[in-house]
């Protein structure tokens, strides 16, 4: 069984579904609301755990209620969470989620995943030091990204980068990580409008960008090749992007080469979007054998 490190953010997500999104000023009548557990380094590591992978998840929620739910839901789905220590009189973090016309719309409140610093990680640098890869996405602080890539190569243990939500990255961070998996407006922001063909050139078999139901692209070195994604009725799109980095981090550290861990990442992240909720859809190693 492969190990895996997750680093980062942890919230409840409060989601509306709606036939449509109100325009500025305006209300309209919602469909459904629930709460249910997400951030995108749990999703990861709840995906991850899933596909059969050993997980630990480093980070940090609030000593509130929605701060014992993720935890327990975690636990639930056998993640390790010996480093998620909740901080004292503080909010665990928030995700505001508006399903509609087909996609989603996201306002992320941090909370308690502020807390997620490099003081926070050098007490956790074991979960680092003795896994097969690290995860890492930037709803936490950007110094700790920074200081989680220069942990990650010090020790020689390969760095996945999930750049989201976007922002602009230290080139020290790119050079790095082993894998950075944008999506297309992500990685117009990380290479500041550079031609998404030039990009992957520079950084062939490291760069991934995702494209949705279109797959993901890469450069392999020699051409460019997009792994297509497998068509499916979508219900819910949120997690998408963290079931394909996590089940592309399982199949990276269980061996597989680049087109067939991305046909894996690809296979499990079209699954995830035909139920609802973030880790609602996050499919099950055994049905992810079963949709081959």
Do not use: W
């Not at 390790?80 to 973090?93: D, E, K, L, R, Y």
């Not at 050139?201 to 692209?217: V, W, Y």
């Not at 070195?221 to 792994?227: L, N, P, T």
């Amino acid at each position: 069984m492969v190990h895996i490190t997750v680093i980062g953010s942890c919230s409840m997500d409060l989601v509306v579904t709606a036939e449509r999104r109100p325009l500025a000023g305006e209300t309209v009548i919602g469909n459904s609301f629930q709460t249910v557990p997400g951030g995108k380094g749990a999703n990861q590591a709840v995906a991850a755990a899933r596909l059969g992978a050993e997980v630990t998840m480093v980070g940090r929620v609030g000593d509130d209620v929605y701060g014992e739910k993720i935890l327990e839901n975690l636990r639930k789905n056998g993640v390790n969470i010996q480093f998620m220590m909740p901080v004292a009189n503080c909010a665990s973090g928030t995700a505001h989620i508006t399903l509609a016309e087909g996609d989603n719309s996201i306002i992320f409140v941090k909370g308690a995943n502020d807390f997620v610093t490099p003081e926070y990680l050098e007490k956790t640098e074991e979960a680092v030091t003795s896994t097969d890869i690290v995860l890492i996405q930037q709803e936490i602080p950007v110094k700790t990204v920074e200081y989680a890539a220069e942990l990650c190569s010090r020790h020689r243990i390969p760095l996945l980068l999930n750049p989201a939500p976007a922002r602009s990255v230290s080139g020290e961070l790119i050079g790095r990580a082993a894998f950075i998996t944008p999506n297309e407006h992500e990685c117009d922001v990380l290479f500041n409008g550079m031609p998404r063909s030039e990009a992957l050139k520079q950084f062939p078999n490291k760069l991934i960008i995702t494209e949705g139901k279109n797959g993901a692209r890469f450069f392999n070195g020699s051409r460019e090749i997009v792994v297509p994604a497998f068509p499916v009725e979508a219900v819910d799109t949120t997690g998408a992007g963290d079931t394909f980095n996590a089940a592309f981090a399982v199949a990276v550290a269980e061996g597989k080469k680049m087109e067939e861990a991305l046909r894996f990442a690809n296979r499990a992240a079209s699954l995830s979007v035909t139920k609802f909720g973030a880790q609602g859809g996050m499919p099950f190693r055994e049905e992810l054998e079963k949709h081959r």
